[in-house]
């Protein structure tokens, strides 16, 4: 039979007997629950509990029984089993009792359990649950803080404390531990390697930069940029590179994979150049860290660090049935997390996210009193066992320190229990070391194997299900560690094998892993071809406005081939492995203790990098009041923090290592598309928040939107204060030279951006283009993170220190203040000509019509003077300077008011909103609403130009001319009044899409299954007449050879314009995609009416309770106001808007009733100083005696 066969076999087997063992377990269940009144009435109760005892404690036993000659005897004798049955019935008799009497106290596991799973949440709605109840109880666990107290087990013998010093340091038993340790566990691994590998790397291929972006699958070459001929000689290297390290002479199995340093699965993980290596957060180069001084060994250091313990939250795949247990002196420990030491005090930072098994996971630290019995020794000895020879970490980075220099973290696996007065004992380190010797020794000793196979059945299931989860250990083989899933002690029933081969048969490890993406089917180029064109003919008949049944047919089969390919045995993600377990040891830890050790390098690269920061906050000269915005300032799109190491190496260690079946989140929640016609018309047809709110979007795309319009509004601002003579045009071509992305790349290198900017490490950001692009986008989202978190003034500033890098005076030169010249004719105001000229006194009408008064009025003139007047003594000039001004004014409100309030569009979206709204056409409308044309003064001799064009260069020179005078701040009050109502118009008839783009993206949801390229709509010029000033065109559209409209306007653009329009108004019925569209901006406008239907009712509903039983908020920001909110209302309003899963009567648990209080006994002491209390309690109890 072939090893493939076998393992198949098993998984067979192992399902029959898991199927066997809930059938037995829910029979014994019965059995003890019918024998248990009977069994009291036998039994006193002390003779109970001097049997108690536990299975972990049994199984610790028995597996060290079996290391013992004289354990190995003993074990199965008759009175053994008796005994042992006796023990098993008597362990559940009292669990079960235990449960029935609340008067017996809980025993010490089952606390530590209980406080253990109490967190534990199925599904996402408890999780909100647990976190509602979180909050409600944050302000009695304050209270109760002061009385949590921590105290470490004792320990005399091992530590001692330092002589006129702080902490503890070892004693000779302990430096004992410490060397035993060393050799049986750490010398051990490092003997049974060899000094050098027997099959060394392969050279790098050159040209090639493979993609190792973390958080993606390392075989994701699609994207490479190179022809066909390169990727397919590059996939046969892949290929060659996997098979190679398969064949390796000290491989485990050929289906178990293992980490070597520096390589990922199918290759190099750094194809980068040696100067390219020297910077870089993704090649370990973090700036500003700075060197501490080497801890004592011996000795605790307590004094010198700082203590937090780390915690994850939602505690999902981290709390197993199986948690590792220490037993000490009658009490068992809990593995609980890890506790880190910090050589420097932790700051206020970000939360550390990281998404791994599509849950998003919150990893805090929490600082805590430090615990007293440890040695930084036995941390490093800890650190070394279990990152580098158990999970084989060997591309991690902590920080490490060098021969003079101590690492910048020191980690602490905490074994806890709970006591009953609100403390937790830690457990010392010390008592760490001696169990993980302790459980060191052989899986199944060879001279125990005979006994291994003469023990019953109830004996070998509870010897299996004390190893099963537990990390077993090969030292020297590749990968030296491995999750123990099953045991079997059966040889296959088909070998035909004799009494003595069987007795000499070591039990089998049966482990249950996963491949690697690129010998899987999601790795396979044939299937990964095959799903695109299922998907290609899935979304065309979606769209189809009537299928036919061939159609459907030809889908269903593409469906039926991915199936049956994802099902072949070549093919599957899933595997099943099956070892002998001779040569393995036990290590006593068990697959918890991988769970949270592999978030450990996520959490230490997060801090490393906001350590990092600090050099570059000095840097600029500002420090981030939001260092979640610099964060995100610098994140590129392409990164993912999954891992915070190798990525394979990591995903390795997880399959060999980690929990078995973990539990995932939903995929769609975190990966969205972003491209596409459904995700854009779905983004685009949401509706404002009610207040500011912030994205979920965490790369700086949405920044680099916002940061444009910061970028292009200070540069356009100093250029026009610093030259006043030059016209507009000079100014634009002076602003393109300064914003443009060849300059920015070179203000990003003025302050070493890509020092610190976060990216995959990858093969795109290899060439040095879009390596500048990148730079020039950074230095963007980093303007509009300081836009955001400290004003325009600071963006300002940080924009002319990187402009003139080293060079004071022009700074000085930059920086200076300068008024307009009309200012600085008058800088008290200019309010006294009013008298003197009619064309001011015009202007003063249309001041009260928006309610403005403008201290400079001649600002307000100049930008209502036409270029055709000239130039006169009263404005100085005409309106041109002041709509360059007003452009970018414009341009800087609107970015600023779409990243706020519209939290979850990307870049592009946002784009297409701000194009909607800065337009001629409705910078026209906004002027004729405002009748601001009738004040224009004009040169009588010329016709007065009444074009859209000439109206929308109006509002914008208002704006110039209003932020000069006033500030931006009325820039916003305006726009918020007059612009911005109008966005949920065009939302709703999606003007945001032009007639030609929309008519486009219709015709191409119209292809074929079997055409090649798409159908597209041709525009055709039908004619022209009129003279060449006034000449109009005529224009069709036509679509698969039939003209759907024509058109006529005065400019051929215009025309197809209006073609497009009367297309998609003719040619309804032809494109159901207009329907779909439809039908989703109706929903997002019914839900819109649903939330202010309801947000009017609770209004309504508040203002019939009395003011102090009203719920303590502010009234929830309409589309129109710009009212700045708190964080909290932040969060409260985007959950009612996305999930309306707000209640009255929810809220009203929360009344606060203190202010009543308050106003009932101030009006009590008025009645006492008024001698009226008195008369008013006999009074009442008058009526009370009437009343009976």
Known sequence: MSQRDREKSYRQRFDKRQEFEQKRCEYERQEFEQKRCEYERCHSMPRMRENRSHNRAESHESRRSLRTPAGRISQHSPSRDRLLNRSRKLSHVSRHSRHESASKPMTDREKILEEFRKNYCNTSEDFIKKMEQWSKEQKSKKEKKSKEWYRSSPA??????????????????????????????????????????????????????????????????????????????????????????????????????????????????????????????????????????????????????????????????????????????????????????????????????????????????????????????ELDLFEEFLFYELL??????????????????????????????????????????????????????????????????????????????????????????????????????????????????????????????????????????????????RHLIANMAKPTYGEREKLAAKEVKLREMRTQTKMKRDVTVALSSQGFHTTGLMCDVVQHAMLIPVLIRHLRFHKSLDSLEKKIGYKFKDRALLQTALTHPSYKENFGTNPDHARNTLSNCGIRQPEYGDRRIHFTRKKGIVPLINIMSRFAKKSATESDLKHNERLEFLGDAVVEFVATIHLFRMFPEISEGGLATYRCTLVQNQHLTILAKNIELEHYMLHTHGSDLCREVVMKLAMANCFEALMGSLFLDGGLEVADRVFGLALWYNEPDLLGVWEKERLHPLQEQEPLGDRKYIKDFEFLQKLVLFEDSIGVQFKHIRLLARAFTDRSVGFTNLTMGSNQRLEFLGDTVLQLVVSDRLYRYFPDHHEGHLSLLRSSLVNTRTQSMLCDDLDMYRYVLYNDTQDKPNTKKHKADLLEAFLGALFLDKNLKYCEVFCNACLFPRLPEFIMNQDWNDPKSKLQQCCLTLRSLEAGAPDVPIYKVLGSTGPTNTRKYTVGVYFRGKRLAAARAHTIHEAEMNAAEKALKCSHDLFPQLDHQKRVIDENVRHKKRSDRRRNKRKLSEDNIPKAYRLDKQDENTEESCIEVSDEEVIIDKSSEDTDTDSDSSKLKDIQVSSLLSDMQRIKEDMIKKNEYEKLLEKARRVDSDDE
């Open 156 to 377: 005399e013998i091992y530590y001692k404390k330092v002589e006129n010093g702080t902490g503890v340091q070892q004693t000779p038993k302990l430096e004992k531990i410490c060397d035993t340790f060393f050799k049986e566990l750490i010398e051990r691994g490092r003997k049974a390697r060899p000094e050098v590998d027997e099959m060394p790397p392969l050279k790098p291929f050159r040209g090639m930069c493979k993609d190792t972006e973390e958080g993606s699958s390392s075989s994701d070459s699609d994207d490479e940029c190179f022809d066909d001929d390169g990727l397919r000689s590059y996939t046969d290297r892949i290929m060659q590179e996997l098979k190679r390290k398969q064949s390796h002479p000290r491989r485990l199995h050929p289906e178990m994979w293992f980490n070597n340093p520096g390589e990922m699965n199918s290759g190099p993980l750094c194809r980068c150049s040696t100067r390219a290596r020297r910077v870089g957060m993704q090649h370990g180069v973090y700036p500003g860290e700075e060197a501490f001084p080497k801890c004592v060994p011996t000795q605790s250091n307590i004094d010198k660090l700082f203590h937090y313990r780390i915690t994850v939250s939602p505690p999902t795949n981290f709390l197993i049935k199986s948690p590792t247990i220490i037993s000490h002196e009658e009490h068992e420990f809990l593995f609980s997390g890890f506790s880190m030491f910090s050589h420097y005090k932790l700051d206020k930072l970000p939360t550390c996210k990281v998404l791994r098994f599509n849950i998003e996971y919150t990893i805090l630290y929490v600082e805590e009193p430090p615990p007293q019995n440890f040695t930084i020794k």
């Open 392 to 537: 084989e970490l060997v591309d991690l980075d902590l920080g490490k320190g060098t021969d003079t220099t101590c690492s910048q973290f020191h980690f602490m696996p905490r074994f806890v229990r709970y006591l009953s007065d609100g403390g937790t004992e830690v457990l010392s380190m010390c008592e760490v070391l001696k169990y993980l010797i302790a459980e060191s020794g052989p899986l199944i000793a060879p001279e125990s194997l005979k006994n291994v196979h003469n023990m019953d059945h109830y004996t070998w299931l509870k010897f299996v299900n004390s190893i099963k989860g537990m990390i077993v250990t090969y030292p020297g083989k590749k990968p030296c560690s491995m999750r123990v899933d099953q045991l079997d002690r059966s040889p296959d029933d088909g070998a035909g094998c004799s009494k003595n081969l069987i007795e000499t048969f070591y039990p089998e490890i049966v482990h249950f892993g996963i491949r690697p993406t690129q010998l899987s089917y999601a790795g396979n180029p044939e299937y990964q071809k095959a799903f695109r064109l299922y998907v290609k003919n």
